[in-house]
């Protein structure tokens, strides 16, 4: 991949300071920024005079089932859910999720140059979240890393599961399944822990392949996502994460307004969204534009998302100009689909803004990002231009 740079542009890096440099220029080299710089620069042949366009880093969707619910919405396309077993934490989404699926193109030529894609909602214990490129034709290649695990509380495993007369029907036995088998995980990683520091006088434990996709919560290497709309449950999300010392996502938070300071103070952050649709279910009663807003101005980090395809991922520019007209600060509304998701989804050392040795995920507008007529003139994934404009 050959060295090349975009010049003349207005940068807004959405790195810490939130910079925006004017006359600005970036340098990409083997799918990575490699410099940025501001003023006159030497250029070559192939580099890109972005005519003082605005440049910023690829979107992020932080919630979606991008590629695990197939384009086509049938039965045959739809691998989210594995609806068998309440309690299915080693399952990984990367498994079910068909790359060639059409919604990929639209999400990349329409910027979004990352989605975190999740299983589902139906179980208690859902299984392992990707993160991953929005390009390419071989899972393994597309993905940063995994993410953490997908639970659920609320309506969605009472109602999976109460035509069949399983548990769980009720909020006790979806709290109930996930703290039983969290004592468990932190029961398997006490006895590893013991046979590592005396193989002696201690064995291995059987390996489990439930507990051990767990390790990775409970050494806080990875995120709880916790699928949560009403304020109740919101604090169950909170309250086991507490328990058993993980590190919460409170994806959807829809009630999240309510509770705005109790979040705060318990330094927890929140992907909301989406915002554009019915209130289709007793829990989504609460659901207003305004949630993402309050959430940020009592200090919880914010990011926003689609949970495609509730709402199809092309459209997440407009899930966070809607948080504007909620009252998020327009700044922060691009941060919640940038920095300040790529930090909620553990992948910040990639991508989410533009720095020097970050992923060459970029982007540029000649017009507000979050205008719904805009749409890229160029995006580029990896140093990789994969829609241009000019």
């Known amino acids: 991949m050959t060295e090349l740079k975009i010049y003349n542009a207005r940068i807004l890096t959405m790195d810490k300071n939130s910079t925006v440099t004017e006359n600005g220029w970036v340098t990409v080299s083997e799918g990575k920024i490699t410099e940025t710089g501001t003023g006159s620069t030497d250029v070559s042949e192939g580099d890109i005079n972005a005519g ?76 392992i979240i990707c993160a991953l490129k929005t390009t390419g034709r071989r899972i393994e290649n597309m993905i940063i890393r995994d993410a953490g695990i997908k639970f659920a509380l609320g309506e969605n495993p009472k109602t999976a599961y109460n035509d069949r007369d399983e548990t769980p029907v009720t909020r006790m036995a979806t709290a109930g399944l996930i703290r039983e088998h969290l004592t468990k995980s932190a029961k398997y990683l006490d006895d590893i822990k013991a046979y590592e520091n005396d193989s002696e006088n201690n064995d291995m434990p059987e390996f ?63 992907v909301v969204g989406p915002v ?45 100009a809607l948080a504007v007209k909620g009252g998020l600060d327009r700044s922060e509304a691009l941060r919640a689909i940038t920095a300040n998701a790529a930090e909620i989804a553990g992948i910040s050392d990639r991508v989410g803004s533009i720095e020097p040795g970050k992923d060459a995920d970029l982007q540029l507008y000649s017009a507000d990002p979050l205008d719904i007529l805009s749409s890229p003139d160029l995006v580029m994934i990896n140093g990789e231009i994969i829609k241009s404009d000019l």
Not at 243 to 256: M, N, Q, R
């Open 276 to 320: 554009i649709g019915d209130r289709s279910k007793p829990e989504l009663a609460g659901l207003d534009i305004k949630t993402a807003g309050v959430l940020h101005r009592n200090g919880v980090k914010v990011a926003v998302c689609t949970d495609h395809p509730v709402v199809p991922v092309q459209y997440l520019p407009l899930n966070a």
């Open 52 to 127: 003082g366009r605005m440049l910023i880093p690829g979107f992020i969707d932080a919630h979606t089932h991008l590629g695990i619910v197939g384009n086509a919405l049938g039965f045959e396309a739809d691998d989210c859910n594995e609806e068998t077993d309440p309690v299915t934490p080693h399952i990984m989404a990367s498994d079910g999720i068909n790359p060639f699926d059409y919604c990929f193109k639209e999400a990349r030529e329409n910027g979004i140059t990352t989605v975190l894609s999740s299983p589902g909602s139906a179980n208690a214990i859902g299984g």
């Open 208 to 270: 489990d392949a439930k507990l051990d996709a767990t390790l990775p919560l409970l050494r806080r290497e990875q995120k709880a996502h916790f699928h949560c709309h009403r304020a109740d449950d919101i604090l169950t999300a909170v309250r086991i994460s507490k328990k058993y010392g993980l590190d919460p996502v409170l994806v959807h938070a829809t009630e999240g307004h309510l509770i705005a300071d109790l979040l705060a103070e318990d330094g927890v952050c929140a």
